[in-house]
């Protein structure tokens, strides 16, 4: 699996200036405006998505056909994305935190670790939950075709917020949040597995 990583790090650094400059862009956006709660969001959505941008490297390479000709097993091909995108993920909840402190520090504001660190982990969850649910629509129709089902889940939170604001539905409270807040990252974990189960079995049908 090691080299596996390793081969989608090597394919994912053309796309590292690409990324750079988009988080440049939204980081002066966060200092004018003095608020850097969407940069993080950014970040780690950026990350979040380089691991599924890797499956288009792939694609136009035909690595999957090449690798299975080795002792690689389908299974570990399956994983290694999985892997991919909780680093891709973690280093965008780090790299988010680190910018964030920075901008505070020139900002001259307050900057409540813990809070932050609560933050960036509840958006990095949110990263992995996000590429969870394409990750199995990307093995079953590729990259490409599944770029539509991309955009209708990244269009779903923002539906689902309009669609009770005129239906008159209050969001959850912050109590009930806080109540339900410890039981998230167990339904994060077990739709994380179940991701990868249905990924696994799509992948082992497959002919390539």
Not at 161 to 186: C, H, M, N, R, T
């Amino acid at each position: 699996m090691r080299g596996l990583l390793i081969k989608d790090f090597i394919n994912l650094k053309r796309y590292n200036k690409t990324i750079i400059v988009i988080i440049i862009f939204f980081a002066v956006n966060a200092f004018i405006a003095k608020d850097a709660t969407i940069l993080s969001g950014m970040i780690v959505l950026l990350c979040s998505m380089m691991s599924i941008t890797s499956f288009s490297y792939d694609e136009a390479a035909k690595w999957d056909k090449y690798a299975l000709s080795m002792p690689i097993s389908r299974k570990e091909i399956v994983r290694s994305k999985y892997v991919l995108a909780f680093i891709l993920t973690l280093f965008g909840a780090f790299l988010a935190f680190i910018i964030n402190w920075i901008i505070s520090l020139f900002l001259h504001k307050s900057y409540m670790v813990f809070e932050q660190i609560l933050i960036c982990g509840a958006i990095a969850g949110a990263g992995m939950l996000f590429v969870s649910v394409l990750l199995p629509f990307v093995y079953k129709f590729g990259v490409e075709k599944a770029r539509l089902i991309i955009f209708l889940v990244a269009l779903i939170p923002m539906g689902l917020s309009f669609l009770l604001s005129q239906l008159k539905i209050s969001l959850p409270s912050d109590e009930f949040l806080k109540s339900i807040g410890y039981a998230i990252p167990i339904v994060l974990l077990i739709i994380i597995y179940l991701s990868y189960e249905a990924s696994k079995s799509i992948f082992m049908k497959k002919e390539l």
